[in-house]
């Protein structure tokens, strides 16, 4: 985990972000991202999995600059871009959004929806060159032509995430987030769009942040997985470690919670703790749940520290290793 390490694509180190509100006429701070030290290889997989609420979706945010931080830097292929216009970057890095119907504007053709960032960047030289283009993106995400001159609103979910797609490609990036892609498909649409993503990267050759709450469908494409819980990076390694060896108590309950037969029920002793009421300011997020809990839990937050060859803990239970 060198910052010299030329594998590394991009990389965010000590971000922190915090999102104030008012709860009752009080101020409430929530700490979305707290410290979070990441690293994403060119061409691997890293899965970012958690409860809703637990930030994860925040720190991609804040790898693209689509938020700003409060503190911290980002580094993209070896050069800083923390405080860069990111207009040449964003060619580079993209996202694909859960809801495909949300983030696709129903009133724009597809094939004008997949082209606008062409025209955005001014790459192609003329609106001719520029549909062509976008029709071949379709073609590679299993679209025909037909679909050039329809609305998003007459495609399926699948669909409408395979166009979300084809946009999000149309500029060829080589980041790409994937921010719970397929958390909003029905289960038979699933399958299809993990399979369209999986080959997408062996063809192009793609880094993913693929951001998930389902364990299940994270293990399915990473190569690492990262365990975030109340802002933090609890947990980090090889893909098939974290799964079969999990270290940290919060990834042995979400594996002992996978998978769960009924979607709507949550597991048990799993609810989000309010950050402000039960967290100890010093000490480990996780106290309030964890059923190892020691001294040393309440008063000092446990940093990562590496229990196996990349594999990466934080928790005081490994504190002496
Ligand atoms: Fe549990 Fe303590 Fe480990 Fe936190 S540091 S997960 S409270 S044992």
């Known amino acids: 985990m060198s910052s010299e390490n030329t594998a590394v694509l ?4 000590n971000l922190r972000k915090e999102f104030q509100s008012r709860v009752g006429g ?6 979305a991202v707290d410290g979070v030290s990441i690293e994403v290889y060119r061409g691997e997989t890293l899965g970012l999995v958690g409860e809703s609420g637990c930030g994860k979706s925040t720190l991609g945010r804040l790898l693209l600059r689509l938020s700003e931080p409060d503190s911290g830097t980002i580094t993209y292929d070896g050069t800083d871009i923390t405080n860069v216009n990111m207009h040449d ?5 993209q996202i694909v959004f859960q809801d495909p ?14 082209a606008e960032g062409l025209e955005l960047h001014k790459i192609g030289s003329s609106r001719a060159q520029r549909r062509q283009m976008a029709q071949e993106q379709l073609l590679q995400v299993g679209l025909g032509p037909e679909c050039m001159d329809r609305h998003p609103g007459s495609f399926s979910g699948g669909q409408q995430q395979r166009i979300a797609i084809a946009r999000a490609l149309a500029l060829s990036p080589r980041f790409l987030v994937c921010d719970e892609p397929v958390s909003s498909l029905d289960v038979s649409y699933q399958a299809q ?10 063809k192009l050759g793609l880094t993913y942040l693929f951001i998930s709450h389902d364990l299940n469908v994270v293990r399915r494409l990473s190569d690492r997985i990262a365990v975030m819980y109340l802002g933090r990076v609890v947990e980090q390694g090889p893909a098939d470690q974290v799964c079969t060896s999990p270290r940290h108590p919060y990834t042995q309950a979400l594996l002992a ?7 709507d029920v949550k597991p048990a002793d799993m609810e989000l703790a309010d950050i402000s009421a ?7 997020a996780f106290l309030p749940r964890c059923p190892y809990a020691k001294d040393a839990c309440a008063s000092v937050k446990p940093q990562l520290k590496e229990v196996a060859e990349g594999h990466f803990c934080a928790c005081h239970l490994f504190a002496e290793q």
């Open 89 to 93: 970057y964003r060619k580079e890095m």
């Open 101 to 114: 119907a949300g983030s696709l504007d129903p009133k724009m053709k597809v094939g004008d929806i997949v």
């Open 26 to 31: 009080k101020r409430q701070v929530t700490r």
């Open 278 to 284: 039960s967290v100890p300011e010093n000490g480990c």
């Open 257 to 263: 919670a996978v998978p769960v037969p009924d979607p």
């Open 193 to 202: 769009i993990m399979n369209l993503l999986s080959d997408l990267q062996k």
């Open 10 to 13: 991009i990389k965010g180190e």
